[in-house]
């Protein structure tokens, strides 16, 4: 089973009607009745009730919606938080200041800045000495630092 037989059994679920449903995904009706009959073989039981004027969902079918649907719904979220990741929208960046530079005012600014900026990346902060600082940034233990206020 794949994300693509998922995507199909819910137009066909909506629309109630293979051609319709083949209208809407773009692809022909023949190619999506077989990816069903497919399907249905795969999990060994019966999606739909065929009529001559469509399809209806089956008690299996009703209980496959919900939970193919569950699995559609979490892909789109995860596609989307990737995407926000990609573009540095949401994720964690490591930050090592120096006492100097933690105490200095423009830090507490930039950090607030941040925040309000991007809600959905985590600020990890800690303070180190200069030396520690830059070992971290290459090691890619922090993503940034500050030795200078």
């Known amino acids: 089973m794949d994300m693509r037989q998922l995507r199909y059994f819910q137009a066909v679920a909506d629309e109630g009607h293979m051609t319709r449903a083949a209208a809407k995904l773009g692809i022909q009706q023949p190619p999506l009745s077989q990816q069903i009959k497919a399907l249905e073989q795969q999990l060994g039981l019966l999606l739909f009730e065929r009529h001559p004027k469509g399809v209806t ?3 299996a079918g009703r209980l496959f919606q ?3 649907r569950k699995i559609l719904q979490d892909m789109a979220s995860m596609e989307q938080r990737m995407q926000r990741l990609s ?4 994720g964690r960046v490591a930050v090592g ?3 100097s530079a933690a105490a200095h005012r423009f830090t507490p600014q930039a950090l607030r800045e941040c925040r309000r900026r991007y809600p959905d990346i985590t ?3 800690s303070e180190n000495n ?9 090691d890619q233990r922090l993503d940034c630092g500050s030795t200078a206020a």
């Not at 573009?87 to 949401?90: K, L, S, V």
């Not at 200069?130 to 290459?138: G, M, P, R, S």
């Open 97 to 99: 200041f120096t006492s």
């Open 57 to 59: 969902l089956t008690e």
């Open 87 to 90: 573009q540095g929208e949401e």
């Open 66 to 68: 919900v939970e193919s």
């Open 130 to 138: 200069a030396a520690e600082i830059t070992e971290a940034v290459l």
């Open 123 to 125: 600020l990890s902060l």
